[in-house]
């Protein structure tokens, strides 16, 4: 599996916790005027277009989704943990790519809705995938590629098709979104909000109560 990460755009100045919105709005006034329009209205309304877990919950300490070699695609065998409690809570368990983590969110309690042009529900979407770093920094997390945080729940957001695609596409938004993941968890991979975090990515100081489920 390939990964398109480059971007001639990033965040411009870093985030402005007192003041979101105008932050928000200094950070995307290059776009055309009704473009602007359009981000700031899918921004104003996040709480009907994204859904965060309830807890944040590792499923699954030793996986990731590096492929096996090139041009593959990795699929995965659940342990038998994961099985036993997936059964008790109803959850169906993908052994596609992503499957993995799309089971992580709904252990943790998220909610994930049916779209309306498709059958398939929300997307399950890595708020660190390796995109857009912050401010000073020249890298950011790539959760897929690392077992600490490819299932972790707190990195995990549900979004509703038009918010994914503005993830993809705008910095400001997924550092918005960030900063959501840092306010509701303390999690914190990047170190972009706290003084120090631990091996997990959350912010020491906020003592997050972190359940994992297989090792």
């Known amino acids: ?32 005027p009704h473009l602007q329009d359009i981000v700031l209205k899918i ?26 070699s090139k041009g593959k695609q990795k699929y995965h065998s659940f342990p038998d943990i994961i099985k036993t409690q997936a059964k008790e809570k109803g959850i169906y368990l993908d052994a596609r790519p992503n499957g993995p983590a799309i089971a992580a969110f709904e252990f943790a309690d998220g909610e994930r809705p049916q779209r309306h042009g498709s059958n398939n529900k929300w997307h399950i979407h890595h708020l660190y995938s390796g995109k ?61 909000f706290s003084e120090k975090i631990d091996k997990w990515g959350f912010d020491i100081s906020r003592k997050v109560e972190l359940k994992i489920i297989a090792k």
């Not at 990460?5 to 950070?27: Q, V, Y």
């Not at 921004?43 to 096996?68: H, Q």
Request: proline share 6%.
């Open 132 to 192: 857009f770093p912050y401010i000073g920094k020249e890298e950011t997390l790539h959760a897929s590629k690392e077992c600490l945080h490819f299932t972790q729940a707190a990195g995990l957001v549900a979004l509703h098709p038009l918010a994914d695609a503005l993830a993809d596409e705008s910095p400001a938004f997924t550092w918005f979104l960030r900063y959501k993941a840092y306010e509701k968890f303390g999690y914190d991979p990047d170190q972009a």
């Open 43 to 68: 921004f104003s309304d996040i709480e009907f277009l994204c859904n965060f877990s309830e807890k944040a919950l590792l499923l699954w300490t030793d996986c990731d989704r590096k492929p096996p």
């Open 1 to 32: 599996m390939s990964y398109n990460l480059g971007s001639k755009n990033n965040i411009k100045a870093p985030l402005n916790r007192k003041n979101l919105l105008d932050w928000f709005k200094n950070e995307i006034s290059e776009l055309e």
